[in-house]
């Protein structure tokens, strides 16, 4: 299973990422929340530290318009994802090069669509 960071975790049931978080651990696949809240998500403490460590991650799926990724950029970097996944909305040339220079694969897609399809 694929060690997920969802990041701009929220506890409110109505978001995409709350949603993202219940079908990702639905699945079997281990989801470390990350965002502004202190909060909790399906049981989950959201991490609100951009200094906490996250080791052997796969995906960091995006929650973040873009207007407000500049400051993860570092944070999504460190944590050598092998890939990042561009919900709709989150599409950021910027840090898909950034990305990309980083040797992480990068895709426009949905986590939601890819788990309901098996393609996750």
Partial sequence: MKKTVVLGASDNPSRYSYKAINRLK????????????NAT???LQIITDK??????VDTVTLYVG?????VWY????NLK?????????????????????NGI???HHCTLVMLASSTY
């Fill in 26 to 37: 639905q699945h079997g696949h281990e989801v470390v929340p990350v965002g502004i809240k």
């Fill in 41 to 43: 998500v399906e049981g």
């Fill in 51 to 56: 200094t906490q460590k996250v080791d052997n």
């Fill in 66 to 70: 873009p207007q407000n990724q500049p």
């Fill in 74 to 77: 570092d944070y999504i970097i």
């Fill in 81 to 101: 994802p092998k890939r990042i996944i561009f919900n709709p909305g989150t599409e950021n040339q910027e840090l898909e090069q950034l990305a990309e220079d």
């Fill in 105 to 107: 694969e990068t895709m």
